[in-house]
């Protein structure tokens, strides 16, 4: 087959990308906490204008802007909603919408948890 040397190619070029900064932050559009009522999962639609399907979003530290899609409300309408975030080198974030009933539509972003990626990410040094 022809195609598995581009396969190869392809994946040679995506281990080196990640290679190449290995600070990178994973964005996740789910609960951690799992106790709280008033939380949902969200979509990450897109970070900086650019949007993926790829989950988690894999991002360099520093201020992003989110567009974020909440759960749907009570006439099946999805809210989408901006949030800034300052990325920290070698974290992930699990965002979540928060809202005050389960049938709004509109919600408020916020980071369920942050969670620091080990010893297999080094952050730069200060």
């Known amino acids: 087959m022809k195609t598995w040397p581009w396969m ?11 290679a190449t900064n290995p600070a ?8 951690y906490f799992l106790t709280p009522i008033d939380t949902y999962p969200v979509q990450i639609a ?3 204008g650019s949007s993926s399907t790829v989950t988690p979003k894999f991002v360099e530290p ?3 802007r989110l567009l974020l899609r909440g759960p749907p409300g009570g006439a099946g ?12 080198p ?3 974030y699990y965002i979540v919408a928060v809202k005050a009933n389960p049938l709004d539509t509109s919600f408020t972003p916020k980071v369920d948890f942050e969670q620091p990626l080990g010893s297999s990410c080094r ?3 200060p």
């Open 24 to 31: 990178t932050s994973q964005l996740l559009g789910e609960r």
């Open 8 to 18: 190869t190619a392809l994946g040679v070029a995506l281990v080196q990308g990640c």
């Open 90 to 92: 070698c974290t992930r």
């Open 62 to 64: 520093g201020v992003r």
């Open 123 to 125: 952050a730069p040094a």
């Open 46 to 48: 897109s970070v900086d």
């Open 77 to 88: 309408v999805s809210a989408v909603e901006s949030f800034t975030l300052d990325v920290k």
